[in-house]
């Protein structure tokens, strides 16, 4: 029996990870997609004339069995994931794009939409039901509902081409990574990194049966390597290595992939009558076009670019005073930097590491929502996982009624890809008159416990940890009707506040006093570590803008123009970096090959999105300050206008709602230093 094909008999209808085998994802999808087929045809075959309820609701309740089976299986090929669920991935991705497009591409159920569209201010409805409507009309015509046949098919070989290339593409990526080792057999190359680092490297060695110490391109591996070794040829190999991904002439080269996803992608906006891909993907923004972004973009880098020009030469000349070094290299970057900050602030992660234990700081997120939305989390031992390493919480409201059910997931291991993320296994949404609570998720990849440490965070990963509880949060705390509306489904620009907010607690002594505590003594960080903390958070915050904005404006560079013209990937990005660019170009490097964010995750055109967010977040935690940070009614009045809110609303509207004003950049250049 596949049990992904009926309705969990679980505790709180948790997924039942340990009953699930890898051979029932896709018969269960299978399934999904022929259940979801009946359903809609149920609804074109409908004799009655079309409304809100059996039409826009109907499909909106649909589908029930291929979205259980696709989320769980989408999210352990994330988390969990081997050869066989890769193979399968291969396999559903074009199911799945395909099924999309039978819905998106049927003339008799657009009808039944256009018909209620039609009527839509005479009917009545909700905002939510309003926004609903919306989404649902234009998911048809964005998707070519209102082409002609022959087009019509043509965009579906489009779509099917492009989830199959942006999965190789993630695939390639990981391969990389896990392909290359930096193995040190001798000690002394050792010097400079934390003891800590080495420990992981010689257990990660030990693991292989190997000598020595192994390092790799994973990020707890990687990040203290470059920031710490005092050997700068092995920096140099360890950077290469990780900037060379996708870029290297080999089985799983990405250049050829790039160019076809970023031409497709155009091709695809075209016959759908827009003038690129960017114009596309923003319409559905609060940013609402690729000339607002752009400007957006260049109106910050003028901004920053002053201030990154003299922070490099800063940090050139130090390098030069304290080694001798001429040219300022990559790789020369994070480790000069940190020489620097110590000097400056005298502060480094490793003073900073033991007063950051995970399970304190993952109790500080809990003991600050708590505060802000009265909310408790309760470890529980009974809801099934699909990996020992997960810890799983109940999370409850101040009436003791169940908000969630949230699963943490925080070490590295081999089938888990990098970065961190937060994802749902169910959302929310309320269902003949019952409000169905949601499944979150965040996922991590932090230092794992020692022999003889717990796991002790980098302030990085602090803020990290945060980040992905604030997305958490969005999910947590969604108070919709429609599942489709719930949570994180918002803007994509808009996405990112609940969870670049959570950050600003990180630098509050009201709030690190809650957690910041030493593992061994039990001492809270001291008032100077803290004020450090806080004169620190803007240490080339000139630099960190332009990298971050480099980012943004290489995504519009592939997509805000054709790009059939582009026949040398290296050779156009180098262009696109050129107004950003402060260290010498690597010739075996290329961003674009590994940049997942826009060709495997859903960024493309929208990673502008973490720089519009900031100035959102920072004008809200504004707000926040001037109340107090633990004030809850300003905390209720963001619970109530934006976490709860999901996408039910435009986010503008939701934000004015909550802040009494539009979003100003000020309150972002006063925290960076630029102002």
Known sequence: MNVLTKKF???????????????????????????????????VANPDTPTFENTIEAMTFGGEILERASSIFFNLHSAETNDEIQKIAMEVSPLLSEFGNDVRLNTALFERVKAVYNQKDSLNLTEEQKTLLDKQYKSFARNGANLPEDKKNKLREIDMELSKLSLQFGENVLAETNAYQLHIT??????????GTIEAARELAASLEKEGWIFTLDYPSYVPFMTYADNRELRKELAIAFGAKGFQKNKFDNQEIVLKIAKLRHQRAELLGYASHANFVLEERMAESPEKVKSFLNDLLAKAKPAAQKEFAELTAFAKETDGIDHLEKWDGAYYSEKLKQKLFNLDDEKLKPYFKLENVLNGAFTIAGKLYGLTFEEVQDIDKYHKDVTTYEVKDENDNLVAIFYADFFPRKGKRNGAWMTSFKSQYVKEGVNERPHVSIVCNFTKPTETKPSLLTFNEVTTL??????????????????????????????????????????????????????????????????????????????????????????????????TGITDLKTFETEQFAPTQLYPDVKENAMSTAFSHIFQGGYSSGYYSYKWAEVLDADAFEYFQEKGIFDR??????????????GTEHPMILYKRFRGHEPRPEALLKRAGLL
């Not at 039942?16 to 999808?29: C, M, R, T, V, W």
Request: aromatic share 10%.
């Open 9 to 43: 008999t679980t505790r709180h209808d948790t997924a039942p990870f340990s009953s699930i085998k890898n051979e029932d994802f896709l018969p269960a999808i299978k399934q999904g997609i022929d259940a979801a087929r009946q359903e809609i045809d149920a609804i």
């Open 186 to 195: 001798n000690e002394a190359d050792l010097s400079g990194l934390p003891e």
């Open 466 to 563: 945060f980040h992905e509880f604030g997305h958490a949060l969005h999910g947590m705390l969604a108070d919709t009707i429609y599942p489709s509306l719930s949570g994180t489904s918002v803007y994509w620009d808009f996405v990112e506040l609940p969870s670049q907010v959570m950050e600003n607690w990180c630098y509050e002594p009201e709030a690190l006093a809650l957690f910041a505590h030493h593992y061994q003594t039990g001492e809270v960080i001291p008032m100077e570590y803290i004020n450090k903390i806080k004169e620190s958070a803007s240490f080339q915050e000139g630099m960190a803008t332009m990298r971050q904005l480099s980012f943004g404006l290489l995504d519009m560079g592939w997509h805000s123009s054709d790009p």
């Open 633 to 646: 009614e300003t905390a209720n009045k963001f619970k109530d206008n934006v976490l709860s809110k999901g």
